[in-house]
């Protein structure tokens, strides 16, 4: 068989679903091959929209996503995400073509070091460059994506490998198991955990797998201690519960923050440097014993006292049967800051001004959306609302980014949430500057006769960096553009635009376009006005509740 054959079976045995992206010339082969596959290839209108689709089926089946592009600038355009796959912990792979390696009568056009390029973004780079390797390339390419911690991993074929002869051969996929957790470091945790007084536990992106949700939800049953979480750790225990205090949104000076400085022990369980910081250590802090599937990573504000490495789940059962409620523990402080930390997020959600504040916006979408329903985030200011604001019932109910914090991916993530939960409604925050960076998405979207919602939410500026600007007391500058009419562009790819005017048609709209099928856009206008005066100014003036 030819090469490329040999290259789809190999993802056909690895449960290759689907394959997103752009071919080009040096793709045909494998795209002929691609033609006779069980597997579905989802033609995009950027290489971007591509990977961050691709990405976002790693973070939610924990299979790598498989993208594919042509050599040259359509490699580059996979830089981006590469880059959020493996600073996201998400397993992809991205396929790239090549022109011949063995003759070739086109000089150096189009060619530049594709490889060379994604060594630092990647786990693994190889260039195939012989057709009976490709079996063994692949499934070391897949072993090495979800290997933890997951990430991107990047294989090139070129189009003369692609032609050639082989022998059919594939290798067995064999499931790993992750090694349990040594138990010296079992029992020095449960001691340091049983000595605290007022222990707190962290829930953060590493934990964002169904059976460590579980695991944690136990724990915290039948232990009672507290916990939050970091933004990409909403949602793995049902933020309802009791125990829950709130997410950290920000890394030091919000309200919740009163709570982890008061606190003697954090059990921090699926956290590392590379998500935004929940909150500092320093010297005479809490203590924090680091529960992951590897070590800590060490930096000037993460210096954990005891590393527990192993399986997530399987640590968190053991702690769990190792220990019983302490009656020394006190955590009434800690549900004070909880209220207090309520009443002041509840302080502006029923604001019916418009054009609306964000804290109404994800009032009115957690209301209106049911329990199952996903929230997709793109990069910008409204995602800290979001993180300290929207509850969430389940994990990975909110996608959001905390580790490249791209903008551009919101939309594409959502899309591929729907492809995969086809009966769960799904909704696309966006800015208006986030949107436009992969708005080509749409026609996508509508092609694939999703149901999906998106909402922009318009103030035509990048608000984060304003935000930022004026935080550090500069003028605003630099930061404000014009945008189309997001109603007729998004008519013109067959969608349903729609552009609210006040703050109950918005809740109307967004009821209406949940239960209608197609893509439907909402142009929703926001009023950032107030984002400084609360995150900036009235943050640093807070004082903890005695």
Not at 206 to 211: E, H, I, Q, S
Request: charged share 25%; hydrophobic share 40%.
């Amino acid at each position: 068989m030819k090469a490329s054959d040999l290259f789809v079976k190999a993802l056909e045995n690895e449960g290759v679903e689907f394959i997103f992206g752009i071919p080009g010339e040096e793709n045909l082969d494998f795209l002929n091959s691609l033609q006779h596959s069980s597997i579905k290839l989802i033609l995009t209108r950027h290489e971007q929209g591509a990977g961050f689709m691709a990405a976002t089926y790693g973070r939610l089946t924990g299979k790598p996503g498989v993208c594919l592009s042509t050599l040259g600038p359509g490699a580059t355009n996979l830089v981006t995400p590469a880059a959020y796959a493996q600073l996201g912990g998400m397993p992809m792979l991205m396929i790239t073509g090549q022109k011949p390696i063995k003759t070739s009568k086109q000089g150096q056009f189009q060619i530049i070091d594709v490889v060379s390029m994604m060594h630092p973004i990647t786990k693994y780079t190889k260039q195939v460059v012989h057709g009976n390797n490709i079996s063994g390339i692949v499934r070391e390419a897949f072993r090495i994506a979800m290997d933890e911690r997951p990430g991107a991993v990047h294989i090139e074929l070129p189009e003369d490998i692609a032609a050639e002869e082989v022998h059919d051969h594939l290798f067995t996929v064999a499931r790993i198991r992750r090694p349990d957790a040594d138990n010296h470091a079992i029992k020095d945790a449960v001691d340091m955990i049983k000595a605290a007084k007022m222990p707190l536990l962290l829930v953060a992106a590493g934990a964002n797998r169904k059976r460590a949700s579980k695991a944690l939800t136990k724990f915290i049953e039948k232990t009672g201690i507290p916990f939050f979480n970091t933004q990409m750790g909403k949602g793995v225990i049902d933020e309802r519960h009791y125990n829950y205090l709130g997410t950290a949104a920000l890394s030091d000076n919000d309200f919740l923050h009163c709570a982890i400085d008061r606190a003697d022990l954090i059990i921090n369980v699926g956290h590392d440097v590379i998500e935004k910081p929940p909150f500092f250590m320093k010297d005479g802090g809490p203590k924090v014993i680091h529960v992951n599937f590897s070590p800590a990573q060490i930096d000037q504000v993460y210096f954990p006292q005891l590393d527990v490495v192993g399986d997530i789940a399987t640590t968190v059962n053991r702690l769990r049967d190792a220990l019983a409620r302490q009656p020394h523990w006190d955590f009434t402080y800690f549900y004070r800051v909880k209220d207090e930390v309520r009443y002041r997020l509840s302080k502006y959600s029923e604001d019916q001004r418009f054009p609306v504040l964000p804290q109404s916006a994800v009032k009115i979408i957690r209301e209106e959306l049911n329990e199952e329903g996903i929230v997709t985030l793109d990069n910008g200011i409204y995602k800290v609302w979001f993180a300290r604001n929207y509850l969430c019932y389940e994990n990975n109910s909110l996608l959001l980014d905390n580790a490249l914090a791209t903008m551009g991916a919101g939309l594409p993530s959502a899309m591929m949430a729907k492809l995969i939960n086809p009966d769960r409604k799904v909704v696309s925050v966006c800015g208006d500057g986030g949107f436009m960076m992969n708005s080509q998405e749409m026609e996508t979207a509508v092609r694939l006769k999703l149901d999906l919602v998106v909402i922009i939410l318009n103030d035509n500026a990048y608000g984060m960096i304003k935000w930022k600007q004026q935080g550090m007391g500069f003028e605003s500058f630099g930061l404000d553009y014009a945008n189309p009419d997001f109603v007729k562009y998004a008519e013109s790819y067959g969608a349903t635009g729609h552009r609210p005017a006040s703050h109950e048609e918005f809740k109307e709209t967004l009821k209406l376009a949940l239960n209608s099928k197609g893509v439907h856009l909402i142009d929703l206008a926001v009023d950032y006005s107030l984002n400084h005066v609360i995150l900036n100014q009235s943050l640093k003036e807070k004082i903890c509740i005695l």
